[in-house]
C-alpha cells in the first residue's frame, strides 16, 4: 500500500542531489568551498592507482596557479612532456567539471619542469646563436601558456625580443634579436 502521508512509505520525500551540479553547489552559498589541489590531487591519485604506479603528490599554490608534484616511484612512463602536458590537462578538466570554474593547474611528474624549463633555455640558447650568425627571427613550436611565460622570462634575461604569435593549439613565440 502507498501512501502520501509525511514520512510514511512511498511519501514524496526530496532526494539529494548527486553528480556534477551537486558538487558545484558544494561550492556555493554556506558550504565551505571545494579545494583544488585536493581535487587535482584525488583525479592524479586516482590514475596512479589504475596504471599501478607509486607516486608521493605535494600540492602548491602560488600566484593563483595551483602545481601538483608527482614524485617517487618510477614515473618515467609519465614523465614525457607531451604526456605531461595532456594529463595536466585531463586533470585541469577534471577540477573544472567538478567545480563548474576554470582552474589554473600545473603538473610536474618526476622532474619533468625542470627538465622542460632546462629544454626551454636551450632553445632560447640556440637563437642567441642564430641571432649571431645573422638570423633576424627564430620561431618557436607552439607550447602551452606557462611555457610561453618561462620563455618570455629566459628570453628577457638573454636581452633577446620574443612576442607570440598564432591562435589557439597553434600559439607560439618568435625570438627577435634585442
Known amino acids: 500500500m502507498s501512501t502520501t502521508d509525511e514520512g510514511a512509505p512511498g511519501a514524496d520525500t526530496e532526494q539529494a542531489p548527486t553528480g556534477p551540479a551537486a558538487d558545484r553547489a558544494e561550492t556555493a552559498g554556506d558550504a565551505a568551498p571545494v579545494d ?18 607509486d607516486g608521493d603528490i605535494d600540492i602548491e599554490d602560488e600566484h593563483g596557479r595551483t602545481t601538483l608534484v608527482v614524485s617517487g616511484g618510477d614515473l618515467r612512463l609519465l614523465s614525457a612532456a607531451e604526456t605531461v602536458g595532456a594529463l595536466q590537462e585531463l586533470t585541469r578538466l577534471a577540477v573544472q567539471t567538478r567545480t563548474g570554474d576554470f582552474a589554473r593547474l600545473t603538473l610536474d611528474i618526476g622532474g619533468s619542469r625542470d627538465q622542460r624549463s632546462r629544454e626551454l633555455a636551450g632553445l632560447v640558447q640556440r637563437a642567441v646563436d642564430a641571432f649571431a650568425a645573422g638570423d633576424e627571427r627564430f620561431p618557436l613550436e607552439p607550447m602551452s601558456s606557462y611555457e610561453r611565460k618561462l620563455v618570455h622570462d629566459l628570453a628577457a634575461a ?7 604569435e598564432g591562435e ?11
Open 36 to 53: 583544488v589541489g585536493d581535487l587535482a590531487a584525488d583525479y592524479i591519485e586516482g590514475l596512479l592507482d589504475i596504471a599501478d604506479l
Open 158 to 164: 638573454q636581452g633577446l625580443g620574443s612576442h607570440s
Open 168 to 178: 589557439g593549439p597553434g600559439r607560439h613565440i618568435v625570438l627577435t634579436p634585442a
